[in-house]
């Protein structure tokens, strides 16, 4: 990795900020990571892990420590506790940094918290705990953990999203976009129109099956953007629980017409805003914390459910 691009300088300046630079690396990808993550953890005894990132970032750090963790256990036979987090905001979208109020420049951010440590105990930090959803694919496939999960639409509104320069800027041209293209028939709506087309396969929420539905995110966190004016969901679940927000109606031009107030989190006609959900049951492509999953087909299965998986993260509020 060339040393002299943004993420390299980046990470050089959060590195003079702390007090060995031994206990700071940069991977060069997600291959990298469980070595990484054991030499902090085993080799450095860190008891805080500081993530510079967004969301998809956070996602793989989180997965691999918790396979890491897991692997220890069951060599050693102790109980040992994931490390804390701070989650600090360098890159895309980054939910838990609004959740963990540590979002800003990720220098002011870990500069503020190293102010704040010195000379205090691990078990003096302010932290805060969010539980963690797993996604099983097929009968027996892989499990994943994370936060924010969102099916095959999501995940097709995420590709739009990223098409049209992410950010506030990139979401409010995607929002106009998707509203003029389906009104006027435009030439982006025609390309892009039918990754907007319902699944064909039923959702089933908490044994309650839903067989037309446009789209379902499941989240254990608050879904809050530009300083909450933005809010789908405005809490965080317990543990074994998520949040979901089911769009059970397949009018696209309804949908549409919607799409304010399922970003402000009103009611809207066929659209069920639920709590306490500890089970969806449906098929094919999803996203999970903003990462796609796209390799499965349409109609394979996925089961996702609340875990008892919690992340401890530092709250700088």
């Not at 050693?76 to 609004?98: D, E, K, S």
């Not at 797993?134 to 639409?153: C, T």
Request: proline share 5%; hydrophobic share 45%.
């Amino acid at each position: 990795m060339a040393r002299t691009n943004w993420r390299s300088v980046g990470h050089d300046r959060l590195v003079r900020l702390m007090p060995d630079p031994a206990n700071c690396l940069q991977t060069p990808s997600r291959d990298a990571l469980g070595a990484a993550l054991t030499y902090l953890l085993f080799d450095r005894a860190a008891n805080v892990l500081v993530v510079n990132g967004g969301d998809g970032t956070i996602h793989h750090v989180l997965n691999e420590c918790v396979r890491v963790v897991e692997r220890a256990r069951a060599a050693t036979g102790l109980a040992l506790p994931l490390p804390r987090f701070l989650f600090v905001n360098g890159g895309g979208m980054n939910m838990l940094a609004r959740v963990f109020l540590s979002r800003g420049h990720p220098v002011r951010t870990l500069g503020r918290f190293m102010g704040s440590i010195r000379r205090s105990r691990v078990g003096s930090l302010r932290t805060r705990d969010v539980p963690l959803l797993a996604v099983r694919e097929g009968e027996a496939g892989p499990v994943r953990l994370g936060y924010i999960f969102g099916s095959e639409i999501v995940l097709n509104a995420l590709t739009l999203y990223e098409r049209f320069g992410q950010g506030y800027r990139g979401l409010a041209r995607f929002i106009a976009e998707l509203a003029g293209g389906y009104v006027l028939n435009t030439a982006i709506w025609q390309q892009y129109g039918h990754l907007m087309d319902p699944p064909t396969t039923p959702l089933v929420v908490d044994g309650v099956a839903h067989d037309a539905y446009t789209a379902v995110v499941a989240t254990t966190v608050p879904l809050q953007l530009a300083k909450g004016a933005i809010s789908a969901v405005r809490r965080t679940a317990a543990p074994g629980e998520m949040n979901v927000v089911a769009v059970v109606t397949t009018d696209k031009a309804a949908i549409i017409r919607q799409l304010p107030q399922l970003m402000w989190g009103s009611s809207a006609a066929g659209v069920q805003r639920l709590h306490a959900v500890r089970e969806l049951r449906l098929a094919g492509p999803y996203s999970l914390d903003g990462e796609r999953f796209d390799r499965l087909a349409a109609d394979e299965p996925l089961v996702v459910t609340g875990s008892q998986h919690v992340l401890r993260g530092i709250w700088l509020g």
